[in-house]
């Protein structure tokens, strides 16, 4: 059975692929989304046919249809953190995150990929909170802009003093471990 893809769940200006021929055409969100888009669309924003035609092997423009589980809000294990640990937990998660994005993050306002999830989950596993860290809810959607290669950091908190590196020694640090990996 051939998925279908409602046009209005796709992001504005998200580049669309025009090669039927693919044998991954079927499962592909580009593929999926050009066969939704609506007659009455002037003008489409398309990945470029001339550059497909020398992609050899796997497409580097392929995002796979499988649904992912995305997390919403974890403010609920942040409540179950001791008062003296949790400082430490929201300090690391802002270092890794941003201050705003933290915040949004922490709310359910902005959803969290699963490789973020992962390195939230470590924070608190790493600070031992005692019970099993679990988000405030899930939600199940396609994994529209995710590249494969972006990663999620976030600094191992240093117990003995309850601090983390400063935000600009975070980011190098950051940036060595990205380049090495």
């Known amino acids: 059975m051939k998925e279908e893809i409602s046009f209005t769940q796709v992001p504005f200006n ?4 025009l090669n039927e021929q693919c044998p991954k055409a079927a499962t592909c969100l580009r593929q999926l989304a ?19 035609a ?17 997390a919403k809000g974890f403010m609920n294990m942040l409540n179950s953190l ?15 995150f941003g201050q705003r ?3 949004r993050a922490r709310k359910g306002e902005r959803l ?10 470590n924070v608190f596993r790493h ?6 860290p679990e988000f405030d809810n899930y939600v199940e959607g396609y994994l529209w802009l995710y590249t494969g290669n972006q990663r999620l950091i976030l600094p191992t908190p240093c117990l003995t003093f ?5 935000c600009l020694w975070q980011k190098f640090a950051n940036a060595v471990a990205k380049s090495c990996q």
């Open 14 to 17: 998200y580049p669309l692929c």
């Open 34 to 52: 050009m066969q939704s888009m609506p007659t009455e669309k002037d003008y489409w924003k398309i990945i470029s046919p001339k550059r497909l």
């Open 54 to 70: 020398t992609v050899k092997g796997e497409c580097p423009f392929y995002r796979s249809s499988q649904k992912a589980r995305y």
């Open 82 to 96: 001791p008062y003296n640990k949790r400082g430490i937990a929201i300090a690391n998660l802002i270092a890794g």
């Open 101 to 103: 994005t933290y915040y």
């Open 112 to 121: 969290l990929l699963p490789e973020e999830q992962q390195s939230v989950l």
């Open 127 to 132: 600070l031992d909170a005692g019970t099993t």
């Open 162 to 166: 309850g601090k983390t590196l400063p």
